[in-house]
């Protein structure tokens, strides 16, 4: 995900508490936007694929046609490779890549894939001129990224709001955008998409239900405390254990919230390269 040139440091990094969210995705609710213009015998790449879920749901839907998933952590990757060993996707292959470098010709995708890659780079706009590179011309580039500035929950609770303002000085120290999801459109246009082919939108995951409330305020209790977003705070000097700790309480306490709601937007972009 990383150059010399494009130092970038993954903000939530690799801890379970993060995988653990990450294996929750599947191409249903990360990436609906895209399945209609998918057919069987596509070939597609996806960009920053993670633990690889919604990589190996794409997979089954594009058999034949070949799937490639690619992440900069070679940890993440094998975990990955591991998943489509058990689930016996054999349509699929994972490595580890660069997204400023994809190691693949010019045109060697019909589908170019990102969820939830930009918002962490510190050159996106980079990133999706070498997406529009490897997809053949008048193949798809989707992307999708959330918004953070624009998550929103009830009850009120000071606690999430110190939380979503210091996550949004962490990703500003780090050189990142925690608000991409706003920014896909611009940035899609400033890669030299043509705006003809260009199709935004935006999409939400919801936590409202008692399992789902609780589900993602646990994950983001932990991660408050020990993930490498937790590590960055400190190391930038905007927070310290003890103010991180307050931060989980906060969201422990907004989990057991009988009326507790927790909506996150997402900015979508189907483009043609």
Same mark, same amino acid.
């Given at each position: 995900?990383?150059?010399?040139?494009?130092?970038?440091?993954?903000?939530?990094?690799?801890?379970?508490?993060?995988?653990?969210?990450?294996?929750?995705?599947?191409?249903?609710?990360?990436?609906?936007?895209?399945?209609?213009?998918?057919?069987?015998?596509?070939?597609?790449?996806?960009?920053?694929?993670?633990?690889?879920?919604?990589?190996?749901?794409?997979?089954?839907?594009?058999?034949?046609?070949?799937?490639?998933?690619?992440?900069?952590?070679?940890?993440?990757?094998?975990?990955?490779?591991?998943?489509?060993?058990?689930?016996?996707?054999?349509?699929?292959?994972?490595?580890?890549?660069?997204?400023?470098?994809?190691?693949?010709?010019?045109?060697?995708?019909?589908?170019?894939?990102?969820?939830?890659?930009?918002?962490?780079?510190?050159?996106?706009?980079?990133?999706?001129?070498?997406?529009?590179?490897?997809?053949?011309?008048?193949?798809?580039?989707?992307?999708?990224?959330?918004?953070?500035?624009?998550?929103?929950?009830?009850?009120?609770?000071?606690?999430?709001?110190? +939380?979503?303002? &210091?996550?949004? #000085?962490?990703?500003?120290?780090?050189?990142?955008? @925690?608000? *991409?999801?706003? =920014?896909? /459109? !611009?940035?899609?246009?400033?890669?030299?998409?043509?705006?003809?082919?260009?199709?935004?939108?935006?999409?939400?995951?919801?936590?409202?239900?008692?399992?789902?409330?609780?589900? +993602?305020?646990? &994950?983001?209790? #932990?991660?408050?405390?020990?993930?490498?977003?937790? @590590?960055? *705070?400190?190391? =930038?000097? /905007? !927070?310290?254990?003890?103010?991180?700790?307050?931060?989980?309480?906060?969201?422990?306490?907004?989990?057991?919230?009988?009326?507790?709601?927790?909506?996150?937007?997402?900015?979508?972009?189907?483009?043609?390269?």
């Amino acid at each position: 995900m990383s150059t010399s040139t494009h130092p970038d440091v993954y903000v939530h990094g690799h801890q379970e508490s993060v995988l653990r969210s990450h294996r929750w995705r599947t191409a249903e609710n990360s990436a609906g936007y895209l399945l209609p213009s998918l057919e069987p015998g596509m070939s597609l790449l996806d960009v920053g694929c993670g633990p690889g879920t919604i990589t190996l749901d794409l997979a089954d839907r594009l058999a034949p046609g070949a799937v490639v998933g690619v992440d900069s952590s070679a940890a993440v990757v094998d975990i990955a490779r591991e998943t489509a060993r058990e689930r016996g996707t054999t349509n699929v292959e994972f490595r580890s890549a660069d997204a400023y470098e994809l190691p693949f010709e010019d045109g060697s995708f019909d589908v170019v894939h990102a969820h939830q890659l930009l918002q962490h780079l510190t050159d996106p706009v980079a990133a999706l001129r070498e997406m529009r590179r490897v997809a053949r011309p008048g193949g798809l580039v989707a992307v999708r990224d959330s918004d953070y500035a624009g998550m929103t929950w009830f009850p009120p609770s000071p606690g999430l709001d110190e +939380w979503q303002a &210091l996550y949004h #000085e962490v990703t500003s120290a780090l050189g990142a955008e @925690a608000d *991409a999801g706003r =920014h896909l /459109l !611009a940035w899609v246009r400033e890669a030299g998409f043509d705006p003809d082919g260009i199709a935004p939108g935006a999409g939400v995951w919801s936590y409202a239900t008692p399992h789902d409330r609780r589900w +993602w305020a646990g &994950l983001w209790a #932990e991660r408050c405390v020990t993930s490498n977003f937790a @590590a960055q *705070a400190v190391q =930038h000097g /905007l !927070a310290d254990e003890v103010g991180l700790e307050l931060l989980a309480d906060a969201w422990r306490d907004w989990g057991e919230q009988e009326d507790g709601w927790f909506a996150v937007l997402h900015g979508e972009v189907l483009a043609r390269a």
